[in-house]
């Protein structure tokens, strides 16, 4: 584990800020969160997201114009486009920028394995004090409508029913539905409508090939607003936790239900936990796809860990609570 615990020196930060986060909290607390920001002396420039893809943009160009000091008031998806618009740009290597998060979202799943507050204030004085670690990333590689796309996830992958319920959970969030019970309902939702499908699965030149519910290939432990869906999973052990649960119906799942929240549903006979630096998932039929929330479609996907390629700032005393 690589901890740098040295205090940030006065430094130049650019902030982006996505006002839809929260179901638009973003942009009610927008003065709040840069109030804040001014109180604990902070030199910034900020900038607001105005679309999908912004983030990646913005994060880019603020590299360009020399920033390596980032911070991302939003949800788990604007961290997700500021990291690929991290590992996307060609002005400088990723390991020279730091990202600090403050959370705005709904569901804010990586913050809990790097013990992130949610909350503006706690959450900005711990980006203050500055105290960094260099956590591995997830490369997706995987077509669309016939060409070859890369995706960059800082948290958690998932395919098959994962990446269904992150589908309906979107839709639910642009028809208005907040609040962290959007997730549940998601989640119930999905369960009626998805169907398990033989999957072939390669990881690191071991293979299955079975009727599969859900892959979770986890950096993080949490997704879905708030489940523990790689409860062993390190973020900068250069290992990904990959999590199978084959066929399962509807009545195993939701008696394992509530040990999505505390990892114990891994004691189930019909999961498997996994280690590994390469995955590969395909089928027949082609398997859905997400990373950190964000749809990535229906394909074949490569997924490579990058290791130690990224410094983030967390809050040592409650990293991997």
């Not at 028809?175 to 998805?194: N, T």
Request: hydrophobic letters at 40%; charged letters at 20%; aromatic letters at 10%.
């Amino acid at each position: 584990m690589s901890f740098c615990m040295e205090s940030l020196p006065k430094k130049n930060w650019f902030v982006i800020l996505n006002p839809h986060a929260g179901s638009g909290r973003g942009m009610k607390d927008k003065a709040e969160i840069l109030k804040r920001l001014d109180q604990y002396k902070f030199r910034y420039k900020s900038a607001v997201s105005e679309f999908p893809g912004h983030t990646i943009r913005l994060t880019a160009q603020a590299i360009a114009d020399g920033y390596r000091n980032l911070i991302v008031a939003g949800g788990d998806g604007t961290l997700n486009e500021a990291v690929n618009g991290i590992f996307l740009q060609t002005a400088c290597p990723s390991e020279e920028i730091i990202l600090g998060m403050i959370p705005v979202g709904t569901g804010n799943d990586w913050i809990k394995t790097f013990g992130i507050p949610n909350h503006y204030k706690a959450a900005i004085k711990i980006i203050k004090e500055g105290k960094t670690m260099r956590q591995d990333i997830g490369c997706i590689t995987f077509s669309e409508n016939g060409l070859a796309r890369t995706s960059y996830f800082a948290n958690m992958a998932g395919f098959g029913f994962d990446a269904v319920a992150a589908a309906m959970t979107n839709q639910l969030k642009n028809k208005g539905k907040k609040g962290i019970s959007l997730y549940f309902q998601a989640l119930v939702v999905s369960l009626f409508r998805y169907r398990a499908g033989k999957v072939k699965i390669v990881i690191d030149g071991q293979k299955m090939e079975e009727l599969i519910f859900s892959v979770s290939i986890g950096i993080g432990k949490y997704n879905g607003g708030g489940m523990k869906q790689a409860p062993a999973a390190v973020p900068d052990n250069g290992l990904f936790q990959v999590t199978v649960i084959r066929k399962i119906g509807l009545f195993g799942i939701l008696r394992n239900l509530a040990g999505l929240y505390s990892g114990e549903y891994t004691k189930d006979h019909r999961v498997s936990i996994h280690t590994g630096r390469h995955v590969s998932i395909s089928s027949d039929r082609n398997i859905a796809g997400e990373a950190d929330g964000e749809v990535l479609g229906d394909s074949k996907f490569e997924i490579n860990l990058l290791s130690k390629k990224l410094n983030v700032i967390f809050y040592p005393e409650k990293y991997l609570n």
